[in-house]
């Protein structure tokens, strides 16, 4: 057992994955792009020394970024995506019928490429006919649009290297701007764990570009166990459910799951700007 | 830095902890007993191998243990605990000035001395006059039993070696037995992400031996993110909270976690038993 991959949360502590085989290595524009199989977690994706998905658990993450602000917004026809290159978050948002149009800007066609290569159950949407898939810098893109979405979806690495603006109160008002009234917008925001420091930061921002913003917790084990994620809205309660029907099968998220989530943990309250 | 506990949660797959010294090993009558510091966890306890406990993020899982029953409970001032030799749990229950007596029976006295000696934030509640203290078999006196419990909290380990037992329906039936009818159990349910088939299992005998039960997920990171829990009553709703009022700090749990803690993702509605 020769071959791991550790990802070091903070010093001393991380998670050991044991590779099966390297599948593929390479340094794109933006980031540094390996992709390894594993016995424990199918084939898994790393950007910048960082896993980024996994095939066994990656459904935490994408049903939990997506389904939530589709639920929010009322029956949500046009939706923009930023970032995702893996695909998995398209794939969630195409999977209701009534969806017309998705937008999605990613800066790393390399990403899309490997997604397309060894990770086909993530990247199964990419044919979709209602997909407009666009390489290119999400922040100009949606600083210079003048279309309206009825919900946003912000799929991004962490707030290193290419990916800073997309944290920046600028890109999160421009992203309230192109939002319908009745719109719903959401955000991974880091680990409540071990990025706590990053958080205050990014929901400082947060707090000021929406009129209301509330934080959800849910778990992505391979992530270090937690995951936070935002949901903007123009003032819409994020408890009043008025999407699409649900009318496939998801492994983890449903409307009860969704009810849960907006629950803020005591050591959640002040990152979060809930004090 | 050369020493590393790595608790691997299936193969080729775990969580990795950098030794800073290892404090303490032992061969107890029951289990392997090691402690250990680091730089990222504080003091940690394993016993058989498995992480039990660290001083840094035992909280998660001692709050959502203790004081979901206890809030679900009315009022409980007789409260009985099974395991939890780390002191934790007991430490949670007397919080509350409303409790008058706590039963704690624990078998493994080594643990509790190992508490005492390098986790005093754990142990600082065993001189409490309250703490009926007992060295023993929990399954033997909670068979035996003639009192009656406000709450009963089983803290044990996984159902390997000596707590196969504390998992068995006929355990579970007398648990219920001794609670009064406005009482409330609640007892650990292994990892949803790694142990489901012993869920299975668990929440088999746990659905036949109470009246009512329902799962509850709440994330602990260093069992691997997510963990789960079983409170079990004699009908009461749990989201409904009577129990002493919280006029002490928490790191984690409010009534709004705990309102949240009870919705089943659709990956766990099988394995409890929801479908």
Redesign the interface.
């Known amino acids: 057992?020769p071959f791991h991959f550790?990802e070091e949360y903070?010093?001393?502590?991380?998670?050991?994955?044991?590779i099966?085989k390297i599948l593929h290595v390479e340094q794109s524009k933006y980031q540094h792009i390996v992709v390894f199989s594993?016995?424990?977690?199918g084939v898994v994706l790393i950007l910048d020394n960082c896993i980024m998905t996994t095939e066994k658990d990656e459904f935490y993450y994408h049903e939990v970024l997506a389904h939530t602000p589709m639920q929010a917004a009322r029956e949500p026809r046009r939706v923009l995506i930023i970032g995702g290159g893996d695909g998995g978050t398209a794939r969630e948002v195409l999977r209701y019928t009534g969806v017309e149009k998705v937008d999605m800007i990613e800066i790393d066609e390399k990403v899309i490429e490997v997604s397309k290569r060894f990770m086909p159950g993530l990247s199964c949407a990419f044919d979709d006919p209602r997909l407009n898939l666009m390489i290119g810098d999400g922040v100009k893109y949606i600083r210079d649009c003048k279309e309206k979405y009825d919900c946003v979806i912000v799929d991004s690495t962490d707030p290193i290297g290419p990916a800073i603006a997309l944290f920046s109160e600028p890109f999160y008002s421009n992203c309230c701007r192109i939002l319908v009234d009745e719109g719903a917008f959401s955000a991974q925001t880091e680990s409540p764990?071990f990025q706590r420091d990053a958080m205050a930061s990014i929901y400082r921002n947060l707090n000021r570009a929406f009129p209301r913003l509330d934080p959800y917790?849910s778990?992505?084990?391979s992530y270090?166990?937690?995951w936070s994620y935002a949901l903007g809205t123009k003032g819409k309660n994020p408890t009043t459910i008025e999407g699409w029907e649900i009318d496939f099968?998801?492994?983890?998220?449903?409307e009860?799951?969704h009810?849960?989530?907006?629950?803020?943990?005591?050591?959640m309250k002040e990152i979060t700007g809930r004090d």
Chains 1, 2 share one sequence.
């Open positions: 057992m550790i903070q010093r001393g502590y991380g998670l050991n994955l044991q099966e594993t016995m424990s977690h764990l917790f778990p992505v084990p270090g166990g937690l099968d998801l492994k983890y998220y449903n009860s799951v009810l849960g989530m907006f629950h803020v943990p005591n050591d």
